[in-house]
């Protein structure tokens, strides 16, 4: 897990030029290993997944004091735990939009798989406080989120329980089938009409790579068939950018590893990159310095 003020390294500054952002990286931080981390029911790796997110919540929250907007790149998307936590403790009241295949809010009971990164929203949310027992290292979290300040897009892979959570609490969701309704751009538009209401409050993006389609980023865990398209995903991150209220990105997911060729991992970190300067002001209509003069 690695976080950052923005993506740097071979894809990040050189392309950020156009609109000076400052990138500051803040390095990769280090967790601790439990040798003794058994399952609890059927979950896997909680006292690893707890603890990490813990120094992730305290690093997103020294990234926020400091004025910057955090990137989390990841890995896996149980770090949205410590990143939303972080970013709500620094902040306050957060809107979530959540970019994925998967609703990620199954509860320690409802999982069929035991992952938790098929978990986190559950842990963040104030309506599941007594459906989300408490796993060790996971003590420290306080339910940061509202239901109706969460957003779904891209969603096609929702577990029963999960779907069951979705419609008890309300919450608002357009899977690929809303995006094939309405389109990207009212989707984006009725999302940001339903979030910014009467008190502006900043955005938290968590972006699973695995929203976007398996042909263009195949090297992530968790492939989807009939996902969102190069372009509509980047419509999401520029529409979220003039928002002006973007405070913090999660970028996760991304697997080399799951790549099945070279150009499957370059297609999948290239879109994740892409995504990202989406986020932060490149426009394909093309992008000039304010202070730009014709030679
Ligand atoms: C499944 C798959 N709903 C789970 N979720 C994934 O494991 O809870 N989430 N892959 O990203
Ligand atoms: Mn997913
Ligand atoms: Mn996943
Ligand atoms: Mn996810």
Redesign the pocket.
């Known amino acids: 897990l690695l976080e950052q003020t923005l993506v740097t390294g071979d894809s990040g500054e050189e392309k950020l030029p156009f609109n000076s952002c400052a990138v500051k990286d803040y390095g990769n931080l280090q967790f601790e290993e439990f040798a003794d981390d058994e399952p609890v029911g059927v979950v896997k790796n909680a006292k690893a997944v707890g603890s990490a997110n813990q120094r992730l919540s305290e690093a997103v929250h020294a990234i926020k004091k400091d004025g910057h907007t955090s990137v989390m790149l990841g890995g896996d998307?149980s770090l949205a735990i410590g990143s939303i936590h972080g970013h709500a403790a620094a902040v306050g009241e957060l809107s979530v939009v959540w970019v994925?295949?998967?609703a990620?809010i199954n509860t320690p009971m409802t999982t069929e798989t035991g992952n938790l990164h098929g978990q986190p929203m559950s842990f963040l949310l104030r309506e599941l406080r007594s459906k989300t027992p408490t796993l060790p290292n996971f003590s420290w979290i306080k339910p940061c989120v509202s239901a109706k300040n969460l957003v779904y897009i891209g969603l096609r892979d929702v577990d029963p329980a999960e779907h069951f959570i979705l419609k008890l609490l309300g919450v608002k969701a357009f899977s690929m089938t809303e995006v094939d309704q309405l389109g990207i751009s009212r989707v984006m538009e009725q999302t940001c009409d339903y979030l910014c209401d009467k008190v502006q409050k900043p955005i938290h993006l968590s972006y699973?790579v695995?929203?976007v389609d398996p042909s263009v980023t195949p090297a992530t865990g968790?492939p989807v068939i009939g996902g969102l398209t190069y372009r509509e995903g980047l419509y999401v991150t520029e529409y979220l950018c003039q928002t002006g209220r973007l405070s913090a990105v999660d970028m996760v997911?991304v697997n080399p590893l799951r790549g099945q060729t070279e150009q499957e991992v370059q297609s999948t970190v290239g879109t994740a990159v892409d995504l990202l300067l989406g986020c932060f002001g490149r426009q394909r209509e093309g992008n000039h310095a304010p202070d730009y003069q014709l030679p």
């Open positions: 998307h994925d295949a998967h990620d699973d695995d929203a968790t997911e």
